[in-house]
């Protein structure tokens, strides 16, 4: 914790260029793994299977991520994105392919792996504080110091003054929060969000892009983001991974090369603009 990932992601092909190649991507930098990778996605395919139909969620599915890095995974509804966190996490066994995380393959759920999906799912007989130590609770954490770690992320998330309410008492914005903590608390080495703002209103949700921008600048974890909000994962990210449908699979990888620290003003940046319309363009919406 507390390791700026500014510090950790020493990355050549991010690093800031001249402004005529700032959106360009480089193909093959996409689908090679680089060898600095933390997570490597090897060729992964999912195929469901009813009756006698199937369905290619995934094919050919090769992405490398570098320690510190946060990557978003966009795409239309139904391209494969939570089928791919859900593999990433270990939760789902894919049809072929495998996926390694820190030297070994990732074959069921680990403690270091955290995930957070778009509904907080808080227990309400539980206060904001006891909904975040439920994890640590759960597996008699006893490698830390939790109430010092439970005081720094109450502090990070700023919920300074609603440790002990209810989730009825909180409004969405806040329970995601409280969601966001408990994800936290455990100190995971690889984040993985599935649309943690995508119940929310516009914003709520560009406020809390905001902050999980700040908190992930101070954590410094690799993330995995999915969503379907194109403006947010360029806000957001060292790298949108672009998705299509039928099969799903990778479009293209798009550097995000606007400097850090993120701040609401970076969403008036020529970059983000030009990155956004970049990604549109290889979805066909323009
Ligand atoms: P996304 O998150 O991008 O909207 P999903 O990963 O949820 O997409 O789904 C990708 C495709 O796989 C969809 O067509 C979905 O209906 C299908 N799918 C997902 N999970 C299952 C499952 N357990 N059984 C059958 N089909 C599934
Ligand atoms: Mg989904």
Redesign the pocket.
Known sequence: MGVSRRLVSTKPDTAIKPEKSQVETNPADATNPPPESVLSLDQIG?V?A?GSDR?V??EHVDLGIRPGEFVSLV????????????IIAGLLQPTVGRVQFEGSAVTEPRDEIGLMFQTPTLFPWRTTIRNITLPLEIRKATEFDWEQRVAEVIDLVQLNGFENHYPRELSGGMQQRVALSRLLVSDPHLMLL?EPFGALDEFTREHLNTELARISDHEGKTTVF?T?NIAEAVFLSDRVVV?G?RP?RILEVVDVPIPRPRLPASRRSPTYNDTINRIRETLDLS
């Open positions: 999912q469901f009813k369905l969620a995934l795409g239309p509804s139904g391209c494969g994105k939570s089928t791919l966190l859900k599935d999915v379907h998705m449908t799903g």
